[in-house]
């Protein structure tokens, strides 16, 4: 067998966060802005940074781009990954594609991309996400699909096992671990206390944040720059902030009932995009790039579909397995906040504290929320960026999803 070749990420961007407006509240700064847009402006810049560091680079040598997005429906779909590069303006020898993995969809990019350069099938590689929650909620393509009279048929086996929304799937995983609901709020408030804290130092943030333009066309530019959700009074007055999350209503079960899921421990609806070039590392060096991270190791797996949170304890059995390392190697510690349970639930298995600073040390999907075809591709760029910034050897980003499934990936930094 021939011996797999290395990859490297080297570089990696996102745009910020921007509320999607849902329930009322009001839209966010990205709400009106195509899915299209948001993607191009993150490849755009990536690919412009990278060709500043290596003025060698031809972007004719990036073999594809793969998109992870979820609701592939009006703008998200006729292939988004190939839309994106023709919008970012790269050759059209370049390559796309789309991939829906639920919210694994923008880290499911990033491992097919590197197992396709592992292999020998390419040395350079788009990989990113991307998903407009403003435009097109969660069920999108099956409320189409029904208001078009079109068939939607599950198989036998799917309705026998039966599914439940994710909101149900963090109260079971809440009752299962025996999660208290003020563990779970004080969860959500650090992930806020970090994300805020990340914000104010501003030139690593920038180092991974872009910002998007927003004006509509014919307007004098208007810069978006900085992630709408985070919420400054948890570092700031964190026992004001504990007594207002308290104040929030359980969504998915009554209080009656032991509902402890509220807005304050799930993640936020936004909109977001993020891309990640990936090289074989041979060919970075050649280019005179300095790799960020190299792939240390990727798995997949799933779980009880009732408990689809969970899957990401099976994928980290596996990785560390595969990988020969553990919880102990791991300087960053990226896992999806989809909701505050499940995140703890990780903790539990693995041994250690809730308030862990390796756990999303630039803070998670509860204050920076979760555009789910994106969040993958997003929160690796924030690992990525944190473990250069702090000289952190390993990261492990991990993302529950849809159905059980889960993703997981290991990264050094080079």
Known sequence: MAELREVVAVDAVRIPTGKAGWGGFKKGALSDISSQVLIVSAIEALVDRVKKNAPNFNP???????????????????????????????????????????????????????????CGHADVMIAGGVESMSRYAMGSTMDAAAKAGLPCEFHPKVMERGMVIMGVSAEMVAEKYNLTREDMDWFGIRSHQRA???????????????????????????????????????????????????????????????????????????????????????????????????????????????????????????????????????????????????????????????????????????AMGHPVGCSGALYFCEMVHHMVNKNIRYGLETLCGGGGVANAIIVEKV
């Open 60 to 118: 004719i040598e990036i073999e594809d781009v793969a998109v992870g997005c979820c609701s592939q429906i009006g703008e998200q779909s006729g292939n988004l990954g190939k839309m994106a590069a023709i919008g970012a303006g790269l050759p059209d020898d370049v390559a796309g594609w789309t991939i829906d993995r639920y919210c694994n969809s923008g880290l499911q990019a990033i491992t097919a991309q590197c197992h396709a350069i592992m």
């Open 196 to 366: 805020i804290a990340a914000q104010r130092d501003e030139e690593a943030y920038k180092k991974r944040v872009i910002p998007i333009n927003i004006a509509k066309q014919g307007e004098e530019p208007k810069w978006f720059e900085k992630d709408e959700s985070p919420r400054a009074q948890c570092l700031d007055d964190p026992e004001a902030a504990y007594t207002n999350v308290q104040k929030l209503e359980p969504r998915f079960k009554a209080v009656a009932d032991g509902g402890k899921v509220t807005a304050a421990n799930s993640s936020g609806i936004v909109d977001g995009a993020a891309a990640v070039m990936l090289m074989e590392r041979n060919k970075a060096e050649k280019l005179g790039l300095k790799p960020m991270v190299r792939v240390v190791a990727t798995a997949v797996a799933s779980s009880d579909p009732l408990y689809m949170l969970l899957g990401p304890v099976p994928a980290m059995q596996k990785i560390f397995k595969r990988s020969g390392l553990t919880m102990a190697d791991m300087g960053v510690f990226e896992a999806n906040e989809a909701f505050a349970s499940p995140v703890m639930a990780f903790c539990i298995e693995q041994g250690i504290a809730f308030d862990d600073p390796r756990i999303n040390p630039t803070g998670g999907a509860i």
